[in-house]
């Protein structure tokens, strides 16, 4: 049962691996593995509190940057991950979608990530957004360069364009807003994540570092949100109608 302010859509910044990792005396990777058992938490809390879309910030433009083996450590961690996960995704019937720049994954992943997408294309309920080789900044400049395309090839009048529209270009096309983005470890930050998307979000910090989040913290978050009070511009008195 979805509860009335339940948030539609959490959107996570999963931040803390490699900190846990070195509390525990762990080499980063090992922070990275108890992450995925978080997500796998998570998506199981989210369905179970009724929240309909999840996405998760699972591999940045910038991560890339990040050392060879750390890398390569994180992809081979999101091949097992989809591997594992294909069943439970259609046994719970969630939808996949990947948001982010798919065709600069490695091959494998991408061949995985498709049959997910595919495999689950058809559920309308539940929605696991994966952002991997996301950023925003590239969104933009992505679905900027589609509204070219699309104005070139005269698909329509560039002046008849708003926000809307827009939106449509954005990998997230079908997705509603996040209600609540929540990012743990204490930081601070939006880090290039779903800048157009979150503009009016809720923000919610956690100080739990993502291999220890948990349902609880899952609860707490969505306990917040629904004190807080959206108004989008407006008054209170406005709002209270
Ligand atoms: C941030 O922790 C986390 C990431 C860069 C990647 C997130 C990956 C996972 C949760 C595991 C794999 C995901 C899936 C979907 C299988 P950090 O390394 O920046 O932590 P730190 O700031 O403490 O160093």
């Known amino acids: 049962m979805t509860a009335v302010n339940t948030p539609k859509h959490i959107a996570i910044i999963m931040d803390g691996n490699g900190r846990w990792a070195k ?3 762990l080499p980063r990777i090992e922070g990275h593995r108890r992450g995925a058992e978080a997500v796998k ?3 199981k809390a989210a369905q ?3 929240v309909k879309n999840l996405t998760l910030f699972a591999f940045s433009v910038e991560n890339w940057n990040r050392p060879k083996l750390e890398v390569l ?3 081979d961690l999101l091949e097992r991950f989809l591997s594992e996960q294909m069943s439970e995704l259609i046994k719970r019937k969630i939808r996949l979608r990947v948001v982010g720049r798919y065709r600069e994954l ?3 992943i991408q061949t995985l990530l498709h049959k997910a997408e595919e495999a689950t294309q058809d559920y309308d309920e539940y929605t696991l957004g994966l952002a991997l080789n996301y950023g925003s900044r590239t969104e933009v400049v992505d679905a900027v360069k589609a509204v070219a395309q699309a104005a070139i090839e005269g698909s329509f009048d560039p002046n008849d364009l708003d926000y809307d529209g827009f939106s449509q270009y954005l990998y997230t096309r079908d997705m509603p807003d996040p209600d609540l983005v929540i990012r ?3 930081e601070c930050r939006l880090s290039n994540f779903l800048l157009l998307q979150s503009a009016y979000s809720e923000i919610y910090l956690s100080k739990v570092l993502w291999p220890d989040f948990c349902e609880n913290e899952f609860k707490a978050a969505i306990a ?3 004190s807080r009070e959206r108004r989008y511009g407006k008054t209170t008195e406005q709002i209270k109608v």
Request: glycine fraction near 10%; proline fraction near 5%; charged fraction near 30%.
């Open 23 to 25: 509390q525990h005396k």
């Open 41 to 43: 938490r998570t998506l």
């Open 48 to 50: 179970e509190n009724g």
């Open 73 to 75: 450590a994180l992809m």
């Open 106 to 108: 490695p091959e494998r």
């Open 184 to 186: 743990t470890s204490g």
């Open 224 to 226: 917040e949100y629904a």
